[in-house]
């Protein structure tokens, strides 16, 4: 460690001591993660939002939880000049913000950490970089395996993993390297054409194997336990099925706004942000057949038959199955809150949804006419996500002179976000002389009778980089079937004439539009 890294160590300990105590975190039980490899971490656009907010926090939790090998390094890149001390400075106050900052294991984390100033757009740079992650290969006994992470702006994927690749860094097991793999964030492209472009690009260099397309939304536990819920249990597998289900809803609503993001956003919209990656998961979890193991590949290959059997929407009929909605001024936590239009960055005429609820149809033998309702947006009343299996009615009611026609159908709700619960509603008697109905739940918390240690989304999808576990990643035939089912919906939506009555408007702080016509 050089002088200048022990004196702001020293520095940052007495802060900390001094003004925030409670910061310092006892370690947590370890996560008893086996078999993975000393290797480089290397994040291209270090630094940006997602650095700071999720990786290198991610990173250093994994650390105080023993989830990082023993040797390890973490290269940040980026145009910015930085020295090594600046960078780790910065990433200091970032775990700080995270209130992650554990002062006893800063130092040593803090050693792994260095930063290159990388201009992407010039080979040179590159093949420096490259004679660079030799030289910290040897310091830090890395054995030559690499993450190149790319936390940059989308539109320069493709070409940042073409330079990566063209410095030699994607070769494995030649020339000093050990492993390689690329993690490539969302969005995978912005249509069907763009996205099969990206992969093409991105192939030249790396192999499908090599290839880590994130979709945090799947390394979330409860998302994890789907499949557990469903395989692992024989009583439900006979009822998830189009003789017992009347419809599914799925639904992953938010209380932020755009915040700085209405560059990305304004092009993107709610259908490319959150439908073509998290949603289309959460549907494909809920829809998908068995898989005969529990397998990268084979899970992967049932999820692709879902993507593949989506009914296509009928273009001409779009208002039936598709409603759009742009939030407007209202109240989040008792704060008042901009539209949309009035964000900065976004156009005062803006016709970008930030709501979109759909119904889709998937055609197979287990859920033909069992309607999908997917629906996702900004600025609504709670941030929740949620698969409600909502089941059909009995189907002859004996109680009907007594109580009336109506008895509520069952419902199985499988909590994502916040509440990470399964609940089951069923009718029970009401105590006492009359026979009277009422709803109850039975609810399951996911963390009952668990104390070990909790991982984060991102904590996940990093483990399983390292490891090259691929079973959370998607893979390129199910992003182009999830872009050859929504392509012609997106396309439709942006270019056609009555675009604006398209557009319903909704308060920030409620459920959506209230016009949403005939899907519910
Ligand atoms: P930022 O906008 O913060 O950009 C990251 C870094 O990229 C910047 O700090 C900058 O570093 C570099 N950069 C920006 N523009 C250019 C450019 N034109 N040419 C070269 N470098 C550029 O992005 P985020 O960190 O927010 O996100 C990174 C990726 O992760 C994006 O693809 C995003 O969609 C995805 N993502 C982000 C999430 C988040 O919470 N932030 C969540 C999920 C996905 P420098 O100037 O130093 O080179």
């Known amino acids: 460690m050089d002088n200048d890294t022990k004196n702001e160590n020293i520095r940052m300990e007495e802060i900390i001591k001094a003004s925030a ?17 000393p290797c480089t ?9 997602l650095t700071a907010r999720k990786l290198v926090p991610s990173l250093f939790n994994l650390y105080l939880n023993d989830g990082l090998p023993n040797s390890f390094s973490i290269v ?45 757009m010039d080979l040179t740079s590159l093949i420096s970089l490259a004679e660079s992650l030799r030289e910290l290969d040897q310091k830090h006994n890395t054995k030559g395996n690499r993450i190149f992470y790319l936390a940059l702006p989308p539109s ?73 819920f469903r395989f692992a249990n024989a009583i439900f597998e006979p009822i998830w099925n189009r003789r017992y289900i009347d419809h599914v809803n799925i639904t992953a609503s938010e209380t932020l706004g755009v915040e700085h993001r209405a560059g990305y956003y304004e092009q993107a919209g ?52 598709i409603v759009l909605g742009q939030y407007g001024q209202g109240e989040i936590d008792g704060e008042t809150v901009s539209a949309y239009r009035d964000e900065p960055g976004v156009n005062s005429h803006s016709l970008t949804p930030t709501f979109a609820r759909m119904k889709v149809f998937i055609d197979n033998w287990r859920w033909q006419g069992v309607p999908f309702i997917l629906t996702s947006g900004k600025r609504m009343a709670k941030k929740l996500t949620e698969i409600a299996i909502q089941f059909k009615g009995v189907p002859h009611s004996m109680f009907r002179q007594t109580l009336g026609e109506t008895i509520e159908a069952n419902r199985l709700a499988l909590g994502i ?18 026979v009277c109905l009422r709803s109850v739940t039975m609810d399951f918390s996911y963390h009952q009778k668990y104390t070990g240690p909790i991982l984060d989304a991102y904590e996940k999808v990093l483990i399983d980089c390292m490891l090259g576990d691929q079973m959370l990643f998607w893979r390129q035939d199910g992003i182009e ?32 539009p209230r016009d949403i016509g005939r899907i519910r």
């Open 21 to 37: 105590p409670h910061l310092e975190l006892p370690a947590k039980e370890s996560l008893g993660v086996k078999g993975i490899e």
């Open 41 to 49: 971490i290397v994040i291209m656009g270090a630094t940006g939002d």
């Open 76 to 120: 940040g890149c980026g145009r910015t000049k930085l020295s090594d001390q600046q960078f780790r400075n910065k990433m200091k106050d970032a775990l700080v913000a995270a209130r992650l900052m554990n002062h006893s294991k800063w130092p040593s984390f803090a050693a792994a950490l260095s930063y290159r100033s990388v201009d992407y």
């Open 156 to 228: 320069l994927y493709k070409q940042l993993a073409q330079m990566v690749g063209q410095a030699g860094l994607g070769k494995e097991r030649e020339n000093g390297n050990g492993w390689s793999r690329i993690v490539v964030e969302k969005p995978f492209g912005r249509d069907l054409k763009t996205a099969v472009a990206l992969n093409y690009g991105i192939q030249e260099y790396f192999k499908e194997h090599q290839i880590f397309r994130i979709d945090h939304y799947l390394a979330k536990e409860t998302v994890q336990n789907i499949l557990i």
């Open 270 to 321: 709610v259908i490319r942000d959150m439908f073509q990656n998290h949603i289309m998961q959460l549907l494909a979890l809920t829809a998908i057949e068995a898989p005969s193991q529990f397998e990268t590949n084979r899970v992967r290959d049932e999820k692709v038959k879902v993507f593949r059997s989506l009914r296509p929407f009928p273009i001409e009929k779009l208002h039936e199955y």
């Open 417 to 434: 976000y916040p509440d990470e619960k399964i609940t089951l509603t069923f009718q029970t008697k009401n105590p006492g002389a009359q």
């Open 481 to 512: 079937q999830c872009w050859s089912f929504l392509t012609p919906i997106v396309s439709e939506c942006e270019t056609c004439g009555n675009r604006e009555e398209m557009l319903h408007f909704y308060k920030s702080g409620s459920w959506g």
